[in-house]
Nanobody, 123 residues
Framework: QVQLVESGGGLVQPGGSLRLSCAAS????????MGWYRQGPGKQRELVAT???????NYQDSVKGRFTISRDNAKNTVSLQMNSLKAEDTAVYYC?????????????????WGQGIQVTVVS
């Protein structure tokens, strides 16, 4: 129903910057929170940052002050500006959207994931 497409990944040196973008499309009824997760080599997927439809943000402690998440509700997009990148930021980054779909009884809550985009930080 809803598809997420990420863009903006790549290879950068430590201290560099990168901006990730994610666009939602398809049968969108309602999207609540959107965010970014990442999975580094040999690690589990972890939250990076989220933003609600009302603009409330939440960040992983390790990226606070360096990353900024933003959202355009009208365009159904979410971006992640990454500054002062470190080697430990190297990971596949996944866009996520919390979707709401109406049913006969109540709204159905689900999650949609993008395919993932590689971010590599290397000296």
């Amino acid at each position: 129903q809803v598809q997420l497409v990420e863009s903006g990944g790549g290879l950068v040196q430590p201290g560099g910057s990168l901006r990730l973008s994610c666009a939602a499309s398809g049968n969108i009824f309602k999207i609540n929170a959107m965010g970014w997760y990442r999975q580094g080599p040999g690690k589990q997927r972890e939250l990076v940052a989220t933003v609600t439809s009302g603009g409330t943000t939440n960040y992983q402690d390790s990226v606070k002050g360096r990353f900024t998440i933003s959202r355009d509700n009208a365009k159904n997009t979410v971006s992640l500006q990454m500054n002062s990148l470190k080697a430990e930021d190297t990971a596949v980054y996944y866009c996520n959207a919390e979707t709401i779909t109406p049913t006969a009884w109540s709204d159905r809550k689900g999650a949609v994931w993008g395919q993932g985009i590689q971010v590599t930080v290397v000296s």
